[in-house]
């Protein structure tokens, strides 16, 4: 089984996130970059089916050259090779321009199987996966909670709201990962260790012959033109009282008679 | 030339989704802006009947894409029915609900049409015929205004925000050839939770408990259903397992945007404010006062939520009695 994982470097979602002087992006020196935790469980399931099935864990990412950071990460936890893409062009690439780079890197790598996370939690787009499977011609189960394999198909229990479906879909196949679907392994220290000897291929746009006019910012269909931080709510009003019965009978109150929301 | 807005509609078992009448309604105003139609399409198996449901919300024209074939959703045969009524269609605008269905569809589509994608948008803004898009990103902890460039632009909005409108016209309802094409997946088994279990994103009121709460998650439940709402909880309490996944709120869980929201019994990380401060009222429940969960809230009690939140859920019933 030939498996690989997409991965991207994003904020830990501990993070505290600010908006650069230009207005359209967020400061990055301070942040804590980490694997995007859908990701994680990407990373997580495809060992797991290594470690059944047999075959290896391909990890690919585009990112700038700390990305690589993520790749090791992967490659700490037990995949065996990593694909960077790496090229100035690609930056500020829009989630179908992503795609578009991520699976003309996939036509030179063998696969069954594509494992995802199914958004990154830094645009949260919940796109690239999908664009690359329809870029592949592949089907795709996306929010997976768990995954089977069988004979030549894949079959998913996705939760949908108040339920579940499986879905069944035949190889070659992309499905992308929800929580729920795993605990992801930390990476050991003889892990770490390997990891520093595995290979890790460095793309550049041009070598996926890719016109860099087509990526980039520049080629955006999503131009952000502003950010702005969440509204800020009134300073909370903090109900007091003698006991909690007291509390809560004006809490209530409130609620019922000032803003009628019971 | 691309013209027009085509909203797709999203109904399971024979019921439309909430998110339908507020993408149904958001259309027609962005349609009245544009000074362009509305067709909205139906989806399904068997779903004739209900196609007249959404006549009250506006709509020029009702498509009804019924087939076999799309009884259950399925990314590539929806798809591609919906790629060739677009085509047939050609908009300049697609709304869809940013629901599990619908932002898997909107991501294939918009691949499929090249077009832009707006995700799980808060608000849509008009100026003189162009659309300004805000969207949530990093989880919650930014908002960004974005423009879609290209003919074709489809905009996901997220469900529960945007307001349902009744504005009844005159419609046509047509039901087109549909093409479901070659597909590669197929539902095998579908289980629905009990019939009365109100999804998070959809629900107007939720009590969420965290690390607070022990694990004894019997007074969050039991404040819930005096309310009419629906139990979530922190990353910390599906953590700890005390509830499943599907109940998380935050960054890495469901987003929600009740009209009221109770945490019991949490904290407040980045992560846990993220997926709820589009709330319109939240309450914070914390025996600490200095929990960061009182800066985000609208109304705050300090206490031992065994002791407050039983006692809201006697005062509920009284009201409600």
Redesign the interface.
Known sequence: MELVVLVKQV?D?????E?AGDG?S?KTQDIKWVMN??DELAVEEALQIREAQGGSVTVVSMGPQKAVETIRTALAMGADKGVHINDPAAEGS???AT?KILSAALKEIPFDLIIAGHRA???????V???V???LG??????V?KAELLDGKI?CH?????????????LP?LFTT???LNEPRYASLPGIMKAKKKPVDVKTIADLGIDPSTVGQAS???????????PE??A????DGES??E???A??R???EE?K?? | MAQGVFVITEQRDGAFRKVSFEAVSEGRRVADGLGADLTAVVVGSGIEGIAGELKKYGPDKILIADDAALADYTTDAYTNALADLIQSTDPAVIILGATVQGKDLAARLAARLDAGLGMDCTAIKMDDGNLTLTRPMFGGKIFADVEIEGALQIVAIRPNVMDIVEASKDCTVESPAVQVGDVKTTVAEKSMDSGDKIELTEADIIVSGGRGSGGKFGVVEELAAALGGAVGASRSAVDEGWRPHSDQVGQTGKVVSPMLYVACGISGAIQHLAGMSTSKFIVAINKDPEAPIFSKADFGIVGDMFEVVPALSEEVKKIKS
Do not use: C, W
Request: aromatic share 4%; no cysteine.
């Open positions: 904020p979602t501990e993070s505290l996130i908006i359209v967020i935790p859908y829009d989630a179908l795609a939690v830094d645009e949260d787009n919940f796109q996966a999908s664009a499977a329809e870029y592949i089907p795709q189960v996306s929010m909670v079959r996705r939760t949908i709201e108040g339920g579940t479906v499986v879905v069944e879909a035949g196949a929800q929580r729920g955006r269909k999503v131009k952000i033109k502003g950010m702005k931080l969440p709510r009134q909370v009003r903090m109900i909690s019965q509390k809560a009978a809490l209530v409130v609620l019922h803003i929301i019971i």
